[in-house]
């Protein structure tokens, strides 16, 4: 069993930074190939945000077009760490961020399926607000 632990969330005014962490509680010693973040605004569907594909020295990443350049992933490997590290936050940025994770590896063509992840993270808020 794999459960998802986020933290870092919080308020931000426009502009401002913030860091997400998902910490991967499990009894395997790798974290599962397929990580990401999604997030969701307030009547509003779920949104594939970024995510790590693959094991390895060197996994490959996706970012969302709608925050690349302002988000990045950090990932600890050997921790089963994963950072979203968010900068010039926007007020459209604002919404419950949640951590998941798949069972086998994602691709570059279906990371930001809902369904390529068995396991989400509870959410944690964060809100950019002036």
């Known amino acids: 069993q794999v459960q998802l632990e986020e933290t870092g969330g919080g308020a931000v005014q426009p502009g401002g930074s913030l860091r997400l962490s998902c910490v991967v509680r499990?009894?395997?010693?790798?974290?599962?190939?397929?990580m990401g973040w999604f997030r969701q605004a307030p009547g509003k569907g779920r949104e594939a945000v970024a995510a790590?594909?693959?094991?390895?020295?060197?996994?490959?990443?996706s970012i969302s077009d709608s925050v690349k350049g302002r988000f990045s992933l950090v990932l600890r490997d050997r921790e089963k760490i994963l950072i979203l590290e968010m900068s010039r936050l926007r007020a459209e940025d604002t919404g419950t961020y949640y951590c998941?994770?798949?069972?086998?590896?994602?691709?570059?063509?279906?990371?930001?399926?809902?369904?390529?992840?068995?396991?989400w993270g509870q959410g944690t808020q964060v809100t950019v607000s002036s």
């Open positions: 790590v594909r693959g094991r390895g020295a060197s996994p490959s990443t």
């Open positions: 499990s009894e395997d010693f790798d974290r599962p190939p397929c």
């Open positions: 998941a994770a798949g069972r086998l590896s994602c691709y570059a063509d279906t990371w930001f399926r809902s369904e390529e992840y068995n396991y």
